[in-house]
Structures are given as C-alpha cells and as structure tokens.
C-alpha cells in the first residue's frame, strides 16, 4: 500500500519561512518523480515544484521561483519544500505526489499517481 505522509504546515506570519516534508512508503521512491502542488480554497489545484528521481531536474511554478526550493533524499524516501518569504497568498493546503518514471517534470496533477492527504498552510499579513 502506497502512502504518501506530509507535514510541516502550519501558521506563520508573512515573510517567515516553513520546510514541509513528505515521506513516501509502499513504493520504490527512486523510481518515482516528486511534485508539490497546493490548493487554495474555491481554486484549482496548482503546480507549486517538481522534481525527478535523481534531484538534477527541477521546475518551479513562476509564483515560487525564487522563494521555495524543492528538494529530495532517496536514502530517506522524503522529499521537502523549502518554503522562504512566504505571502498571505501561499496560503492554501499543500499536497505531495509521486509520478513514476516520467522524462520530464509534469504539472498537470492527472499525470500523477499517487497523492498525499495534504497539510494546511496559512501565512497571515
């Protein structure tokens, strides 16, 4: 069984920063390419990052690039959101999700097989 874990969210005031992590079981995790993805409430969900299995291909969502870094640990089956400098407008539930074996980074979140259940983050003003 395949399960997907994050944590880390919370409240914070703006401009403070957060690391979510998510940490993946029933799978082979190197075989597996890692997205964040977020949604805010009456919103569709959203590409936020994505990683492939070997962390030497990144994609960032224009309204992160530069704040939040995406990262992975294989030995660990873990992969994390640096979230820096975070605004009112990051504010939505926070979701992993693992893509296996894809050639490039995906955004489209049908194209993902496996999900988590989500942590809330909210940045106040």
């Known amino acids: 069984q395949v399960q997907l874990v994050e944590s880390g969210g919370g409240l914070v005031q703006a401009g403070v920063s957060l690391r979510l992590s998510c940490t993946a079981s029933?799978?082979?995790?190197?075989?597996?390419?890692m997205g964040w993805f977020r949604q805010a409430p009456g919103k569709e969900r959203e590409f936020v990052a994505g990683?492939?299995?070997?962390?030497?291909?990144?994609y960032y969502a224009d309204s992160v690039k530069g704040r939040f870094t995406i990262s992975r640990d294989n030995a660990k089956n873990t992969v994390y959101l640096q979230m820096d400098s975070l605004k009112p407008e990051d504010t939505a539930v926070y979701y992993c999700?693992?893509?296996?074996?894809?050639?490039?980074?995906?955004?489209?979140?049908?194209?993902?097989?496996?999900w988590g259940q989500g942590t809330q983050v909210t940045v106040s003003s």
């Open positions: 029933g799978l082979t995790f190197v075989g597996y390419a």
């Open positions: 990683i492939l299995w070997s962390g030497g291909s990144i």
């Open positions: 999700a693992a893509d296996y074996l894809p050639v490039v980074v995906q955004t489209r979140p049908e194209r993902y097989e496996y």
